[in-house]
């Protein structure tokens, strides 16, 4: 999902006529905001499919 999510801002940012550093300047900082609740989302729902299995996630390093 993370992945689908970046490569269609890859794809918008290539395809727009507009100047790509200036795109990146004025976008970037809001762009990168919509990435860590989608890894939340994710995380939640793998973590949820491991309780429901009854298996614990590794142990933290």
Same mark, same amino acid.
């Given at each position: !999902? ?5 490569? /269609?801002? &890859?794809?918008?940012?290539? $395809? ?7 795109? /990146? ?5 809001? &762009? &990168? /905001?919509? $990435?860590?609740?989608?890894? !939340? /989302? ?8 491991? $309780?429901?299995?009854g298996i614990a996630p590794p142990p933290e390093?």
């Amino acid at each position: !999902m993370i992945f689908f999510q970046t490569a /269609l801002y &890859v794809f918008v940012y290539v $395809i727009t006529p507009a100047d790509v550093k200036w795109q /990146l300047s004025t976008s970037l900082d809001r &762009v &990168v /905001l919509h $990435i860590p609740p989608l890894a !939340m /989302l994710v995380s939640a729902v793998n973590m949820g499919s491991f $309780i429901r299995a009854g298996i614990a996630p590794p142990p933290e390093d």
